[in-house]
């Protein structure tokens, strides 16, 4: 699958309307490679993301 392919499946399978993917336009995507990218996407997520509203509940001086 290309990269718009791509683009329209986290879209759709995550929820994530307006995700763009930073990833060249001539790169073809095997459903592993794509599995692995959602995984990826995922885990950064989980990581980085989640939890940031838990991070900030007491303001920034707290």
């Known amino acids: 699958m290309n ?3 791509l683009q329209a499946r986290i879209r759709k399978e995550l929820k994530m309307p307006y995700f ?3 990833v060249s336009d001539d790169i073809d995507f095997t459903e592993d490679e794509y599995q ?3 995984n ?3 885990s950064y ?3 980085y ?3 940031i509203d838990i ?3 007491g ?3 707290g």
């Open 59 to 61: 303001g920034l001086e």
């Open 40 to 42: 990826n996407l995922i």
């Open 45 to 47: 997520y989980k990581d």
């Open 3 to 5: 990269k718009e392919e």
């Open 49 to 51: 993301v989640q939890d």
């Open 20 to 22: 763009k993917a930073q």
């Open 55 to 57: 991070d900030f509940q």
């Open 36 to 38: 692995e990218f959602k």
